[in-house]
């Protein structure tokens, strides 16, 4: 059974950082492109940040600076560190996993997997 569980969410005031942990299970992590989306109240979910199962990372305009993605393979975890929040970021942050149709011993991945969704709130 695959899992996301997006945690570290939380009410926080402009200027404010937060880390959020996205935790896997039930894939081989290491072959997925993880990505951190996020939906706020009346429009469409966006790409926050990306991080390859190699090459560069990718971030929306609107975070770069302030944002970072990282992954760690041996705990089949992808983070989102977000520093100087504001609050035009309170959103619902969710976490995405996208094998892009690897092979991988002998399976082509292709399957596209979703966490529940951790609220962001950013507010004085």
């Known amino acids: 059974q695959v899992q996301l569980v997006e945690s570290g969410g939380g009410l926080v005031q402009p200027g404010g950082s937060l880390r959020l942990t996205c935790a896997t299970s039930?894939?081989?992590?290491?072959?997925?492109?993880m990505s951190w989306y996020r939906q706020a109240p009346g429009k469409q979910r966006e790409l926050v940040a990306f991080?390859?199962?190699?090459?560069?990372?990718k971030y929306a305009d609107a975070v770069k600076g302030r944002f970072t993605i990282s992954r760690d393979n041996a705990k089949n975890a992808v983070y989102l560190q977000m520093n100087s929040l504001k609050p035009e970021d309170t959103a619902v942050y969710y976490c995405?996993?996208?094998?892009?149709?690897?092979?991988?011993?002998?399976?082509?991945?292709?399957?596209?997997?979703w966490g529940q969704g951790t609220q962001v709130t950013v507010s004085a």
């Open positions: 039930g894939i081989p992590f290491s072959i997925y492109g």
């Open positions: 991080v390859p199962r190699a090459g560069s990372l």
């Open positions: 995405h996993a996208d094998p892009a149709g690897i092979y991988y011993n002998g399976i082509i991945y292709s399957e596209k997997y």
